[in-house]
């Protein structure tokens, strides 16, 4: 092979990488678009994700402060 040459096995490796990346964007873009309609219309307070990390802030919040009432003992 000349300078610059690779195989037959070096480009199907590639075809391969690019194949991959090209359905990896694809799931991206979908999970986007989902997002984004989940997101639609509605206020700060009341997107999904606010709403699940207040929800786990509160769970954390009052299990710190259990914990606190029986390390104060």
Not at 6 to 34: C, G, M, P, T, W
Not at 44 to 67: C, D, F, K, M, Y
């Amino acid at each position: 092979m000349g300078a610059g040459a690779f195989s037959k096995e070096d480009l199907q490796h590639a075809r391969n990488a690019v194949s991959s990346s090209k359905a990896a964007l694809d799931v991206a873009i979908e999970q986007y678009r989902s997002n984004r309609i989940l997101i639609q219309n509605s206020t700060l307070e009341q997107q999904p994700a606010i709403l699940v990390g207040g929800r786990t802030n509160a769970r954390s919040l009052a299990r710190a402060s259990t914990h606190q009432k029986f390390a104060a003992r």
